[in-house]
């Protein structure tokens, strides 16, 4: 095969061993990677009573066709489990060259089960692997665990994926970190490695598999290189989040836990903002010239290492004006001891606004907490940052995440808990973009804006393009939620999912045809956008049937009730969700999808998905 190794490596660490399975080309061909392979392993080998944080569940860190090919975007690869945070399908991706790095080293993924009864690391160098005894860094933080396992094999040039201390201790939304500075954030995946005893993967290789047509990849690698100023100069130059002043005319900036407060100071946590005061260089992934990745500087009141890089649009907009912070230099901290830790940093923002608000409402108390929570308290945000990822005090309490916290609490505090399906909401604004809510409600993982649609990008000349290369010849307007706003959301969630499955990062302006022709250069597959948006389909379909299996009905498809009041002052402060749209549209996505009106897919649906062997997974009707 072109593209591939053909080998999984097997890793179950209750019994010590690993060894290699072997996959045809038309497993290849059919689940193509990243959410296809997740998805798939997840649905055969898991069932309704794995735990999350027990040793049935799999932690599967899954490459995919274009993973480590030379192209832009190529840095990208899935993880995925059960999630802890959710109890459903948990799936997050990571960038940096942890993941061209492994498919170097000889494996299209890696799929571990079991749990060790004392710490351990996994070394995986081609084609090798070995379980390594980890007692002598458990409890180190991300930077020097990493240094710490390159002296080890005495390689500087090692990619190390790794928990930090709270996915030891089993915060509910610890993440993966990838050479410090790439988290896999989302879902509490970072929990399950804890769970198992497994600090680390650290990956080396010397022979990526070749690629069928090198000359088109070189072809299309050069476009985006000679693009990058015209396509995304912003990214190249920033990094997200140098749009916060736009973001607060519109309403899309969350402020206050999605209420939707003043917010004057929007500037101070703008990237072009921390470029300026704080900013040293940008950083880049595995053969991309784009180089969005900020790296910033501290120093004063809040010491910042640039080693663990800088923070993105959803950390400024987490950590600080969804806690009404705009002290930029304890942004800056925040996002350093998330790192530090292996904290997602959406999900620990949006528990510690969650928190201030029960603080103002006078449900948490200062004896509660031993701090005072106010909204803007940039000390306390810090400080909970740390008392999280320790597990200690309060932070013990919010290490479960706002709907289990708000669960404990009582009080009302679940009205204040901005989750769906358990999965804190990332900092884009439903009461906005309307779409985007739908694909907040039905995700597979909880609410997630990276295989989601952004409405108030559809009239954009390069997405209008790939619209209308879908069939979408007419975006609806931002605020529609109607069939049209459907049809347009199912078409292209499928095809923004497709960057999950091959994977390859979102940010790359690459249109289907590209995409289509880029794999074919991988692969030599003769390929269609017909085929690859059926793989993405696919695996969603799969990741749905997965949580019926778990336990997950309709009704779990559903969002705060926060979004559907208006917010308190401002834009947006007019307007807000209809819950009968919201139903209708729901079930209309579900009848596109080939789903019955309880949205479990029909075996009709199944059989034109070529997965057949999935109906005896799907629940009764």
């Known amino acids: 095969m072109h593209g591939y190794n053909g080998r999984i490596l097997r890793v179950d660490l209750s019994e010590g061993k690993t060894w290699v399975e072997e996959r045809e080309e038309e497993f290849y061909r059919r689940y193509v990677g990243g959410r296809g392979f997740i998805a798939y392993y997840l649905l055969r080998e898991t069932g309704p009573s794995t735990d999350p944080l027990g040793p049935d569940n799999l932690l599967i860190f899954a490459l995919g066709a274009v993973t480590g090919s030379p192209i832009p975007g190529a840095g990208r690869h899935s993880v995925g489990a059960i999630s802890p945070l959710t109890g459903g399908y948990g799936e997050a991706e990571a960038g940096g060259y942890w993941g061209a790095e492994l498919k170097r080293a000889g494996f299209d993924a890696i799929v571990v089960k079991g749990a060790s009864e004392k710490p351990v690391y996994l070394w995986v160098h081609d084609g090798k692997a070995e379980i390594m005894d980890a007692s002598h860094i458990w409890g180190m933080k991300t930077k020097d665990a990493q240094e710490a396992i390159r002296k080890e094999l005495d390689d500087e040039g090692v990619r190390v994926a790794q928990i930090g201390p709270a996915g030891e201790r089993l915060v509910r939304f610890a993440c993966i970190m990838h050479d410090v500075t790439r988290a896999a954030g989302r879902t509490g995946l970072g929990a399950v490695m804890g769970s198992k005893k497994l600090k680390a993967v650290a990956v080396r290789g010397s022979k990526a598999p070749e690629v069928a047509n090198p000359e088109k990849l070189r072809e299309l690698s050069a ?69 969005c990745k900020k790296v910033v500087r501290v120093k004063g009141r809040w010491e910042v290492d640039p080693d663990y890089g800088g923070p993105e649009y959803e950390t400024l907009a987490a950590l600080g004006s969804n806690c009404g912070i705009d002290d930029l230099a304890a942004i800056c901290k925040g996002n350093e001891l998330c790192n530090a830790y292996g904290m997602d940093t959406i999900s620990t923002g949006a528990t510690i606004a969650f928190a201030m608000e029960c603080f103002e409402q006078g449900i948490l108390t200062k004896e509660d907490a031993g701090l005072d929570l106010s909204f803007g308290n940039a000390e306390a945000m810090v400080k909970l940052v740390e008392l999280i990822g320790e597990r200690k005090g309060i932070g013990d309490l919010l290490a479960e995440g706002s709907m289990r916290a708000a669960e404990k609490i009582g009080k009302g505090a679940e009205k204040f808990a901005i989750h769906v399906k358990g999965q804190e909401v990332p900092m884009h604004e439903p009461r906005l973009k309307r779409g985007l809510g739908l694909g907040y409600a039905v995700s597979p993982t909880g609410a997630d804006h990276c ?63 590209q995409k289509v022709e880029m794999v074919r250069a991988i692969t030599g597959w003769n390929t269609t956008a017909w085929e690859l948006l059926k793989v993405a389909e696919r695996a969603t379909t799969l990741t749905r049937i997965i949580n019926l299996m778990r336990g997950f009905r309709s009704q779990d498809d559903w969002l705060p009730e926060r979004f559907f009041q208006p917010r308190r002052s401002g834009a947006l402060s007019d307007t807000a969700i209809s819950r009968d749209e919201l139903r209708r549209a729901i079930k209309l996505y579900y009848a596109m999808m080939g789903w019955d009106e309880n949205g479990i897919p029909t075996e009709e649906r199944l059989h034109e998905l070529d997965i057949s062997w999935a109906i005896e997974k799907l629940p009764k009707r």
């Open 451 to 513: 295989h989601n649609m952004h409405d108030t990008a559809l009239n954009l000349e390069r997405v209008a393009d790939e619209l209308r290369s879908l069939g979408i010849l007419e975006a609806p307007p931002v605020e529609d939620l109607g069939p049209r706003k459907v049809r347009t959301f199912y078409y292209y969630v499928n095809y923004m999912t497709l960057n999950n499955v091959l994977p390859i990062c979102l940010f790359m302006p690459f249109n289907v045809l």
């Open 223 to 291: 476009w985006l290189a000679q693009n990058v100023e015209n396509l995304v100069r912003n990214l190249h130059l920033y990094g997200t989040g140098a749009a916060m002043d736009i973001g607060l005319q519109t309403g899309n900036l969350p402020i206050n836990n999605f209420r939707g407060d003043p917010f004057p100071n929007v500037m101070e946590i703008d990237a072009r903002t921390l470029k300026a005061k704080y900013g040293i260089r940008m950083d880049t992934c595995f053969a991309c010239p784009v180089a």
